[in-house]
T-cell receptor
Framework: DTGVSQDPRHKITKRGQNVTFRCDPI?????LYWYRQTLGQGPEFLTY????????KSRLLSDRFSAERPKGSFSTLEIQRTEQGDSAMYLC????????????FGQGTRLTVV | AQSVTQPDIHITVSEGASLELRCNYS??????LFWYVQSPGQGLQLLLK??????LVQGIKGFEAEFKRSQSSFNLRKPSVHWSDAAEYFC?????????????FGQGTELSVKP
């Protein structure tokens, strides 16, 4: 198993454009999380899936953000009409089993909005 | 609201010296507690976790942490630091009553190691 994979690793986009990130969790992991990390800060929770169901969303997740996990495997995070404040590292993590078992993190997608 | 405080933004220690990174949390009950490490350009790796039982927990890479309920603290320690330990360290909490398992992270402590 290669771990949690995120694509792309880096994305530079112009303000107002839409971007989509992909996360491939460890196979058979039923839980998938998205976090956002800005410079000098710890990761902040965005949203969580159990299988294909999106069960929790943070207030940080504005209407411009949408996440899906259509078949309970990979997940996508889309940001519409990007703003400079969206520039951050977007981290995906997955875990298996009960809550608070170890979550394995991907290397992240670094988004820069210019 | 739950919160995690890591008072030290940046710490520098000499190689071979001991290390203690501080973490304090605010939560109504005893949460699940974690320490993660992040190297530049890498994702987060779990060092250790506390759920219940023995308040001194051992982790990978020679790290340990002690849960002190009276101080709402979960400090990370290592007796002898290696140059490869230079990285950013994050303390995190998870709520026992949250079935989703989301984590709340501190802002991190950057560790530099002097030769």
């Amino acid at each position: 198993d290669t771990g949690v994979s995120q694509d792309p690793r880096h994305k530079i986009t112009k303000r107002g454009q839409n971007v989509t990130f992909r996360c491939d969790p460890i196979s058979e992991h039923n839980r998938l999380y998205w976090y956002r990390q800005t410079l000098g800060q710890g990761p902040e929770f965005l949203t969580y899936f159990q299988n294909e169901a999106q069960l929790e969303k943070s207030r940080l997740l504005s209407d411009r953000f949408s996440a899906e996990r259509p078949k309970g495997s990979f997940s996508t995070l889309e940001i519409q009409r990007t703003e400079q404040g969206d520039s951050a590292m977007y981290l995906c993590a997955s875990s298996f089993g009960p809550p608070n078992t170890e979550a394995f993190f991907g290397q992240g997608t670094r988004l820069t909005v210019v | 609201a739950q919160s995690v405080t890591q008072p030290d933004i940046h710490i520098t220690v000499s190689e071979g010296a001991s290390l203690e990174l501080r973490c304090n949390y605010s939560y109504g009950a005893t949460p699940y507690l974690f320490w993660y490490v992040q190297s530049p350009g890498q994702g987060l790796q779990l060092l250790l976790k506390y759920f219940s039982g023995d308040t001194l927990v051992q982790g990978i890479k020679g790290f340990e942490a002690e849960f002190k309920r009276s101080q709402s603290s979960f400090n990370l320690r290592k007796p002898s630091v290696h140059w490869s330990d230079a990285a950013e360290y994050f303390c995190a909490v998870g709520a026992r009553n949250n079935q989703g398992g989301k984590l709340i992270f501190g802002q991190g402590t950057e560790l530099s190691v002097k030769p």
